[in-house]
């Protein structure tokens, strides 16, 4: 099944500055990849996705980034605010329905 | 505008004790999903539904039972549950990716 790597466990940013996560996935057929965004003691919430006919989507501060040739992709948090601080998961699919997620990246915004 | 709404929110059983947890979405979703999350491990798929009448295994079946009952239900049956199946449970909905999720039931067991 399908492998999915999430890199840093944990971010800490400066309110302001850019936050950048990174997955790498193993199934190259793979070609649907959503990250989600959950605050402590919440539900995930789907914040931007991405599939592999699109390099780049963006939506007002975050950003997604697709490299198919060396399997990975990234999202991008500008001009982060304290509200962006929770645990965000990246995710890949190779078939409708089935998911697999990553271990999550608890991202910190200091005032 | 509930979304999805997952029933109970807590819930404390003990060793071999059955339960079923509710999930309900009015979103006229046609797939539905059961995810558990445990600490450092993100979400693993249990089973899911494609449509009304179809449900299919995911990454983490065992000791699971589901059933979709129409278009808005999706439950969830623990038969006899083992202190591993203590976990955050969360139900999704959406077209065919998991797109709206439930508030989630804390199941501990004891």
């Known amino acids: 099944g399908e492998n999915v790597e999430q890199h840093p466990s944990t971010l800490s940013v400066q309110e302001g500055d850019s936050a950048v996560i990174k997955c790498t996935y193993s199934d190259s057929a793979s070609n649907y990849f959503p990250w989600y965004k959950q605050e402590l003691g919440k539900r995930p919430q789907l914040i931007i996705d991405?599939?592999?006919?699109?390099g780049e989507k963006k939506d007002q501060r975050i950003a997604v980034t697709l490299n198919k040739t060396a399997k990975h992709f990234s999202l991008h948090i500008t001009e982060t605010q304290p509200e962006d601080s929770a645990v965000y998961f990246c995710?890949?699919?190779?078939?409708?329905?089935?998911?697999?997620f990553g271990a999550g990246t608890t991202v910190t915004v200091r005032a | 505008n509930a979304g999805v709404t997952q029933t109970p929110k807590f819930q404390v059983l003990k060793t071999g004790q059955s339960m079923t947890l509710q999930c309900a979405q009015d979103m006229n979703h046609n797939s539905m999903y059961w995810y558990r999350q445990d600490p450092g491990m993100g979400l693993r798929l249990i089973y899911y539904?494609?449509?009304?009448?179809?449900?299919d295994k995911g990454e983490v079946p065992n000791g699971y039972n589901v059933s979709r009952l129409n278009k808005r239900e999706f439950s969830l049956r623990l038969e006899s549950a083992a202190p591993s199946q203590t976990s955050v449970y969360f139900c999704?909905?959406?077209?065919?990716?998991?797109?709206?999720f439930g508030d989630g039931t804390r199941l501990s067991i004891l």
């Open positions: 991405i599939r592999s006919n699109v």
């Open positions: 999704a909905s959406g077209r065919d990716q998991p797109q709206h």
């Open positions: 995710a890949a699919s190779r078939v409708d329905y089935k998911l697999s």
């Open positions: 539904s494609a449509s009304e009448g179809t449900t």
